[in-house]
């Protein structure tokens, strides 16, 4: 009301009262409940917002990915239960409204396609040019884990962002050790007796660390440092230093700080050097260029796709980790230990709930920019300029791996979002709805099932093909199973450069496995030009059901694009009824 940024707002609960006649819906509106909409919705298209802060940290001006577009709101989720009816009606009716971007951070999860509203819902979106936007789910770091791996959607994974929210840890002795803290209050941590007993140092115990003189306790890496968090925050300790490896760090419930084993070193040995040792912890401190950043998050959801593995998911990564965004002011935004609730017109949250908007947002720039595209021709754009490196230069990492190794693109799709180069990709894979229907037809799909998705008489089977115009490639194998596979795929791309154009193939070969291309250079006259091209990849069977890749890039001839694909050699993956997760 005060900005117009708001152009809709719609409700839909049909389901949860035919499934619970005389049920009272606690609020039977279009307003938001639990936070997850405004905070989703605001990280998608939210405006300019100076002084915005999660108490104290990440100071500054907040905005949206597209801060002046619109927003239509659809409730479909209800604290009183969540139905397939209500998400078909909402998203049915957005598409009706005439929306250019759907952004959908749930899923469900064990249903085939045809059982599925997303997809029967975002087929009729892809029909008419909306693009949806979805979240991989929050079920990482196994394999197979994935919802949303409809292939017309835009499936997203969660990374970290280059921004980190720390407490300065000052001990006696003047040294200073940099930690990690969300800690929502600006604490008076002076001068504290530094505590190290191993009798203690678990930290794993509420009811033993509530036997501690006052001051400063320090647990050791052992075990769960989540576990170490809660049981600290819920007895009389003071305050804590951590130590603890674990990459990830989505809250502090107390007055706490997050130390590596590196740097304990130093800690250690002052305290054992100094019976009097003492630290002051100083918080709400925010440091900006992190390196190395982006990582995968670890909870991110992986592929293949339980849905159909034969499309390479997720597609893309996005920032998903302790996001700051706008929230509802009636629900507790942080805690400090077991009875204090904390609101804010901001939070911190962590998901790919989180990571779905922002690869939205992208989306309706894209839109903007280029209205006559597609939303196969959006995702294509979005994935082929996606960035594989972090900000040291290096491939992205897994936080899912204890080891952090190399991300899969299983993992984290083609890379990190590239707005700016997304806007022009030099050569793009499109896709019709006939297509996605060819797909289907290989899918063992009844024609009636096949219909429930389509919803129209108007498609066929008379040219069924698993091969979809898709810009990234999997290969899947039964580790069960040792023999030597070829698979073949067909492209085409669309030139959506400048005029002619000339690239040259370069092929990162995945480990033990052959990649072929022919032809290998392509000849465009004009823009708007389609050229086709054949991909072959050999691969074994790996008994361990290893994953490995490589990926297929479509070079300019004077450099001006690189048109990237992720290429995945992956086991089939079971991954059995895996629960509906929302956020």
Known sequence: MCNSKLIGAKYFNKGVIAANPGINISMNSARDTAGHGTHTSSTAGGNYVDGASFFGYAKGTARGIAPRSKVAMYKVLWDEGRYSSDVLAGMDEAID?????????????????????????????????????????????????????????MTV??????????????????????????????????????????????????????????GIIICDN?????????????????AAIFISDEPELFDMPCPGVVISTEDSHALIKYVASNKDATASIKFQETILGTKPAPAVASYTSRGPSPSYPGILKPDIMAPGSVVLAAYIPNNYAATIGDYIFLSSNFTMLSGTSMACPHASGVAALLKGAHPEWSAAAIRSALVTTANPLDNTMKPIRDNGDVNLTFASPLAMGAGQIDPNQALDPGLIY????????????????????????????????????????????????DPNVPKTSVKIFNRTVTNVGEGS??????????EDSIIAVSPETLVFGKTYEKQCFRV????????????????????????????????????????????????
């Open 97 to 153: 409204d005439g929306v250019d971007v759907i952004s959908i951070s749930m899923g469900f999860d064990g249903v085939p396609l045809y059982e599925d509203p997303i997809a029967i819902a975002s087929f009729a979106a892809m029909e008419k040019g909306v693009i949806v936007s979805s979240s991989a789910g929050n079920w990482g770091p196994a394999l197979g884990s994935l919802h949303n791996g409809i292939p017309w959607v």
């Open 430 to 477: 499109d896709a019709t709805p006939q297509d996605y229907v060819n797909l289907m037809c290989t899918m063992n799909f009844t024609q009636k099932q096949i219909m429930t998705i389509t919803r129209s008489k108007s498609y066929d089977c008379s040219n069924p093909s698993s091969d979809l115009n898709y810009p990234s490639f999997i290969a899947l194998y």
């Open 157 to 214: 994974a969660a990374g970290t962002i280059d921004r980190s929210f720390t407490g300065i840890v000052s001990l006696g002795d003047g040294e200073t050790i940099t930690g990690r803290t969300l800690f929502p209050a600006s604490a008076l941590v002076r001068d504290f007796a530094l505590i190290y007993n191993k009798t203690f140092s678990a930290c794993d115990s509420s009811v033993l660390l509530s036997n501690i003189p006052r």
């Open 501 to 510: 154009a000339t690239y040259k193939v370069e092929i990162v070969q995945p």
């Open 222 to 238: 052992i075990g769960s440092l989540y576990t170490q968090v809660r049981e600290t925050a819920v007895s009389r300790v003071q």
């Open 536 to 583: 072959s990849i050999k691969y074994r069977s790996n008994k361990t059901g290893k994953v490995s890749f490589g990926e297929l890039v479509w070079i300019e001839a004077n450099g001006k694009h690189k048109v990237r694909s992720p290429v995945v050699v992956s086991p089939v993956v079971s991954s059995g009824e895996l629960g509906f997760l929302g956020a």
